[in-house]
């Protein structure tokens, strides 16, 4: 037997792998020496085994990489950092430094004391009209993070069973960002957008499926709460085939943010800012009636449609003032990213000089303000003056380029019908 007969003996000398006995004419793909061989899937089993079965180790792997390579920052430089970024808002910019400085603090610090208290997460409630900053101060705070972050739409969810996304799809961006490293994403950050769009159709609860309403919001329930959820890997709907990555969200802080167009009339109505009477007047005599906004409670986010459920998981709501004109103006021409200075670059990108008047800068924003566009507008308004500008320009052999008020005007007459300007 040893030396080996070259008839049936002969399939002793055949490598297999020590683990599963396969060959590679069985389909096996072999590493090591021919007497001592394992196959690639089997190298996956055990990997994907000791990974499931020790994220403590992973975990403490990560965070010791965290405090390795990350300076906490303490909520004012949060707070400064933002401000480069994003003009005003500091009630916003203040609820979401200490937010995330305090995630920071969780993961950083996650062993229990001597008194077994557990830090527990807030997740925030942004609520402000369009156009005001709440998507750019989730990706300003992206662009600052060491720990996966996400933004996803809420517009897309809809309940198991209907055509769209099932809840567990928030996760499946989270785990694209940390390159599908489980440990890692469990200590991340999410924002939902349009989380005002999942609202119930009525106050009442409905004997019909709301699948796109309240189904949605009890279906996050347990995602905000903090448990183990099956997460399909490359989203979509789950099915019995597919194989799912368990993904625990204790320690995942969740911002939400949203629009909740007419909210302020609910807001108005529980302050009876309308109603008329003797003593009302000297009841809402400090009510800012203009930006109703900041009187928000969770009882007017609960007749707006949000299930008490889930305003509950959410503890901190924090509000974003409408803009005014000075806030536009210096969103226009201040930030790192302000649109003026995207524009310059992209003229200087062909050797051109881009100038543009003051008063084209207020005609953008005057234009902006009269129809209620917001910040998101201000790119509207400008790519309607400059599009012929960047069109010409790079083959127009110029060196610099002037935005005069005229040009300004005509432009915007003619993109538009003349209806921007009337």
């Known amino acids: 037997m040893a030396s080996g007969a070259k008839g049936t003996g002969g399939n002793q000398r055949i490598p297999r792998c020590i683990i599963c006995g396969r060959t590679e004419k069985e389909g096996a793909l072999l590493i090591g020496r021919s007497s001592e061989c394992i196959c690639t899937d089997c190298v996956e089993n055990i990997h994907s085994y000791i990974h499931k079965n020790q994220p403590s180790l992973d ?18 430089e949060i707070h400064k950092y933002l401000d480069q970024y994003v003009i005003g808002q500091e009630e916003a910019k203040k609820f979401l430094s200490v937010a995330v400085y305090n995630h920071y603090k969780r993961i950083l610090n996650q062993k229990e004391d001597a ?32 720990l996966p972050f996400a ?58 499926r709301d699948v796109s309403g309240e189904g949605v919001q009890q279906a996050m329930l347990k995602i905000l709460e903090g448990n183990i959820v099956n997460v399909p890997p490359q ?15 204790n320690n995942i802080l969740f911002i939400c943010g949203g629009a909740f167009e007419g909210i302020d ?34 009882q007017d986010l609960r007749s707006y449609g949000l299930i008490p ?36 670059k992209i003229f200087k990108l062909d050797g051109i000089d881009l100038k543009v008047d003051q008063s084209v800068l207020d005609l953008i924003v005057d234009t902006a303000i009269k129809y209620n566009l917001g910040a998101r507008g201000l790119r509207s308004i400008c ?3 400059m599009v012929d500008a960047m069109y010409e320009a790079p083959s127009s052999g110029k060196k610099s380029f002037k935005v005069t008020l005229e040009y300004a005007q005509e432009k915007l007459s003619s993109f538009t019908g003349g209806l921007l300007l009337n």
């Open 309 to 344: 459920e889930l305003i509950g998981r959410l503890p901190v709501v924090t509000f974003l003032h409408p803009l005014d004109r000075a806030a536009l103006m210096d969103i226009l021409t201040q930030p790192k990213n302000a649109l003026m200075k995207q524009y310059v």
């Open 383 to 385: 790519e309607a003056i």
């Open 115 to 146: 008194s077994g208290l557990e830090l527990e997460k807030s997740n925030v409630l942004m609520v402000g009209p369009t156009g005001t900053g709440k998507t750019l101060l989730a990706r300003s705070i992206a662009k600052m993070l060491h």
């Open 235 to 249: 989203g979509g709907r789950k099915h019995p085939e597919q194989q799912m990555i368990a993904v625990n969200t």
């Open 151 to 208: 933004i996803v739409d809420a517009t897309v969810l809809t309940e198991a069973g209907y055509v769209g996304e099932d809840v567990e799809s928030i996760l499946t961006r989270l785990l694209q960002d940390a390159d599908y490293d489980v440990a890692k994403a469990e200590m991340g950050i999410v924002f939902i957008d349009e989380i005002d769009k999942i609202a119930r159709k009525s106050d009442n609860p409905s004997i019909t």
């Open 59 to 76: 975990n403490n792997k990560f965070v010791s990489q965290v405090k390795q390579d990350f300076k906490l920052l303490s909520p004012k």
């Open 265 to 298: 009339k609910k807001i108005a109505q529980r302050l009876n800012t309308k109603v008329v009477g003797y003593g009302v007047q000297e009841k809402t005599k400090g009510v800012d009636k203009k930006d109703l906004l900041r009187y928000i409670a969770p």
